[in-house]
């Protein structure tokens, strides 16, 4: 059965701090890992991976996936109260239907 | 330009009532998914859409259906609903050949 773990399940950092989620797959014929934001309903895209060892970045935040460990990190360098949400990763195995961990849940205190 | 739209909102059933829930996706977008997420947990596949034919279904009982249209709009239709159906109903879209998919802000149905 393919599954998708993520850790930690929540999380409380202050603003300034970095932060690193973590998500690892098990998934049959796997074909790329997304990471998605969620804060109050429509999870927004943040990144698809295809590739090991190469990072995407989009300004404070960055991604990087290791097919053989089978793993991908979210980095959130100086994190502000905006950055408080949850953090959905998904496995793809066939380019349809995304499996979904259970999301990291993120708190920035001032 | 507009992204994915949800109808309706909210919606409150009672046991053994049907539900359609509506989706629109981006324009250009062929493929609509559909994902069941309750309370605490990451979103569950439903089923996905392409070019109006049923692409994939998940784990979920023949209560639930779903259709596509000429437009690509579809609706999800959840029959003889159960308390356990009570979750936001969330509608993803994409082109059809890629991964990526963008969802639209749910639908959150409870079942009394």
């Known amino acids: 059965e393919d599954k998708v773990v993520q850790s930690p399940l929540s999380l409380v950092v202050h603003e300034g701090d970095t932060v690193t989620l973590n998500c690892s797959y098990e998934?049959?014929?796997?074909?790329?890992l997304l990471w998605y934001k969620q804060e109050k309903k429509a999870p927004t895209f943040l990144f698809m991976l295809t590739s090991s060892g190469i990072e995407k970045k989009s300004g404070r935040l960055s991604s990087i996936l290791d097919k053989k460990e089978l793993f991908s990190i979210l980095n959130i360098t100086a994190t502000q109260t905006g950055d408080s949400a949850v953090y959905l990763c998904a496995a793809s195995n066939s380019g349809y239907a995304l499996n979904f961990g259970k999301g990291t849940s993120l708190l920035v205190t001032p | 330009d507009a992204g994915v739209t949800q109808s309706p909102t909210h919606l409150i059933k009672t046991r053994g009532q049907h539900v359609t829930l509506r989706c629109s996706p981006i324009s250009g977008h062929k493929s609509v998914s559909w994902y069941q997420q309750v309370l605490g947990q990451g979103p569950q596949f439903i089923f996905q859409y392409y070019e109006k034919e049923e692409r994939g279904r998940g784990n979920f009982p023949d209560r639930f259906s779903a259709r596509q249209f000429p437009n690509y709009s579809s609706e999800l239709n959840v029959n003889a609903l159960l308390l356990g159906d009570s979750a936001l109903y969330l509608c993803a879209s994409s082109l059809g050949g890629t991964d990526t998919q963008y969802f639209g802000p749910g639908t959150r149905l409870t079942v009394l």
């Open positions: 998934v049959t014929n796997f074909r790329s």
